[in-house]
């Protein structure tokens, strides 16, 4: 019989509890026709093109739960401040940048002041100093603080003692704006900052695709896209440009959400739209996650609400009624505690909404068990927990850090977790996150034991969070997730077998292909 590809000898992880692994499959009309042994296939399939995995392994496409594609991608043409090592290595690099791409604003991404020597709030003093008429916008790793120099200041109007219902000015002594802006006043630079050239947005982010097709990732969630970014995506999968498979969320504002009821759910070949992304705290490091008890850095500090809870109780009622996805960002235990209410009282027990919190990093114990009486999904980052644990104790004091990044007890609640990398924030590898999940340490090796170890997931829960749980999170389990006949031959390739070798060597093994619907858009023999 004719079919379009053939893949055989090697091991073929199906994730399908009646048949978990194979040597070969065959592909006809980007699906796949049947999986089974090498002579089985070979003696009754031929095909045009043929895929020998030379003892590789191949699993299920894998995905990224919870990612920023098109921030990764405009980032692509900013400052890569990722990595710096202190304030002064960090405001070089932007001078590099500045003297290689001259703009109209200076802009940057990545800067992280738990990585440095003083981890003390950088300030704008330098950047005055070597851009007194130019604005300079940087932003930090976790998307939740900025820092501005003065020229921005003033463009902008922001000044000490401004309230944005949500976020922060930071102050010096003297009440001088420092030039740090944490969660919502954020916003109020943004509708500043110039549009990157569309050419070269455009660029970028294939490019960005690119990248992601050499990690053998498939399908990507970018949680949290203005309708406007949406439909600039339909275009280029109408363009044929796009090969990625992209699960948009729409961002939680009025006009986005609205656009999203008037046009949704939408289900494209490459692009499915169907949730929205919300907000309700900040982030750890930049001490804006929502606590229930104050940080054990800061005295009486309890983090910041980015949401109006009546307008989100609102809006959950609207997006409930109309069979479309909520999935809102909680760092910390208070916001955790307050969206499980708001989502309770519009769920009411157990249903097939599937729902999402995003990151939940901190979990009260008295509301663990609140994930699995709503069915609302965990979707977790592994990366967070072994980028964070060398300061996160710092934040959250010894006993409250005991159950954070509780990502066994989390997937305990419903028998499953999506798994993501939050990328930029982490590093877009899959390994990373395979290696993170189970052996809960950095690309160092550190700590000696793990971090954490009770809360470790095993490699084949780490698999399934990475494809078929993901796909379950996206009402997509009748086509992806799983290797089956029928299902779309969606596929990564990789020289070893993730779920039998140390967790510790997961880190050394080699992409070597990546297959989207029939088709090798990443190949590495």
């Known amino acids: 019989m004719d079919v379009d590809c053939i893949v055989h000898n090697g091991t073929i992880l199906t994730l399908d509890s009646d048949k978990p692994t194979a040597q070969a499959l065959a592909i006809k009309d980007g699906k796949i026709l049947e999986v089974g042994p090498d002579r089985q296939i070979l003696n009754k399939y031929r095909a045009p093109h043929q895929v020998d995995l030379r003892g590789g392994v191949l699993t299920p496409g894998l995905m990224d739960a919870h ?27 932007v001078v590099q940048h500045a003297q290689s791409q001259p703009s109209e604003w200076v802009r940057g991404r990545g800067w992280d002041q738990n990585d440095w020597e003083v981890t003390n709030w950088p300030n704008r003093t330098l950047l005055d100093s070597l851009f007194p008429d130019v604005p300079v916008y940087l932003e930090r790793i976790d998307g939740h603080a900025v820092i501005i120099n003065g020229e921005a200041l003033r463009r902008v109007g922001l000044k000490c003692g401004m309230d944005s219902g949500g976020g922060l000015i930071l ?30 947005r455009t660029s970028a982010l294939l490019d960005a695709q690119s990248t992601m097709l050499e990690n053998g990732l498939t399908q990507i969630t970018d949680a949290g896209l203005s309708a406007g970014e949406i439909q600039r995506l339909l275009k280029l999968e109408e363009q044929g440009l796009l ?13 986005d959400i609205a656009w999203l009821v008037e046009n949704g759910p939408i289900s494209t070949d490459r692009i499915s739209v169907s949730s929205v992304k919300f907000y309700m705290d900040g982030a750890l490091g930049s001490r804006g996650a929502m606590l229930l008890d104050p940080y054990s850095d800061l005295a009486g500090w309890h983090g910041l609400s980015t949401q109006d809870v009546a307008w989100f109780n609102e809006k959950l009622s609207l997006l409930h009624a109309k069979g ?23 769920l009411e027990g157990a249903n097939d909404r599937r729902w999402r919190i995003e990151h939940a990093q901190v979990v009260s114990k008295k509301d663990m068990a609140q994930f699995g009486a709503h069915h609302v999904i965990p979707s977790i980052q592994p990366t967070h927990a072994t980028s964070d644990m060398y300061w996160a104790g710092e934040r959250l004091g010894r006993n409250r850090i005991r159950r954070a990044y509780a990502y066994k007890q989390l997937l305990e609640q419903l028998g499953m977790v999506a798994l993501g990398t939050d990328f930029p924030v982490e590093d ?6 395979m290696h993170s999940a189970t052996a809960r340490k950095d690309a160092q090796g550190y700590p000696e034991g793990g971090f954490q170890m009770e809360n470790a997931l095993s490699p084949i829960q780490a698999m399934r969070g990475m494809t078929q749980w993901v796909a379950l999170t996206q009402f997509q389990e009748e086509s992806l997730g799983t290797i089956e006949a029928g299902k779309l031959a969606d596929f990564t390739w990789m020289d070893r077998n993730w779920l039998t070798i140390d967790p ?22």
């Open 67 to 93: 990612a920023h594609l098109v921030g990764y991608a405009d980032g692509l043409l900013e400052a890569n401040l990722v990595g710096a090592d202190s304030w002064e290595a960090t405001v070089e690099r």
């Open 171 to 200: 102050c010096d002594d003297n009440n001088e704006p420092t030039g740090v802006l944490i969660d919502e006043m954020v916003s109020e630079v943004l509708r500043f900052l110039p549009p990157h050239d569309s050419l070269l």
């Open 243 to 255: 090969k990625l498979r992209i699960n948009a969320m729409v961002s939680g504002t009025d006009d």
């Open 324 to 346: 479309l996805q909520a999935a809102t960002h909680c760092i910390g235990d208070s916001a955790v505690r307050l969206v499980l209410d708001c989502y309770a009282q519009v």
């Open 428 to 433: 877009v590898d899959p390994r990373k996150t």
């Open 504 to 525: 510790e060597d997961v880190l050394t093994t080699k992409i070597k292909g990546t297959c989207i619907e029939g088709e090798w858009v990443y190949l590495n023999e």
